[in-house]
Nanobody
């Protein structure tokens, strides 16, 4: 069955860095558009960044441009989110999402907390 498993979240001070990972299985990863979403307490889930199946094209939310970098390794069925210069407003649960044709799959999320 399809599985997306996020890891790498945690508590970090403002200005710090974290690297999230998402391990995918159960589908043709190299054909999927991959996305990272986040959801802050009391807020709606928002799209952070997406990457095309080839990895050649990425789209970032304005709030993370220049600080976050998405990448993927189609040989390992992995997608990553490098987060630098973290701010308290980056706090939330980060979700990995895979889209293949009309199907959308979600991971369970990983908590990121930015606080001093």
């Amino acid at each position: 069955q399809v599985q997306l498993v996020e890891s790498g979240g945690g508590l970090v001070e403002p200005g710090g860095s974290l690297r999230l990972s998402c391990a995918a299985s159960g589908f043709t990863f190299s054909s999927a558009i991959m996305r990272w979403y986040r959801q802050a307490p009391g807020k709606e889930r928002e799209l952070v960044v997406r990457i095309t199946s080839s990895g050649r094209t990425t789209d970032y939310a304005d709030s993370v441009k220049g600080r976050f970098t998405i990448s993927r390794d189609n040989a390992k069925n992995m997608v990553y989110l490098q987060m630098n210069s973290l701010k308290p407003e980056d706090t939330g649960v980060y979700y990995c999402n895979a889209v293949i044709t009309v199907y959308s799959y979600w991971g369970q999320g990983t908590q990121v907390t930015v606080s001093s």
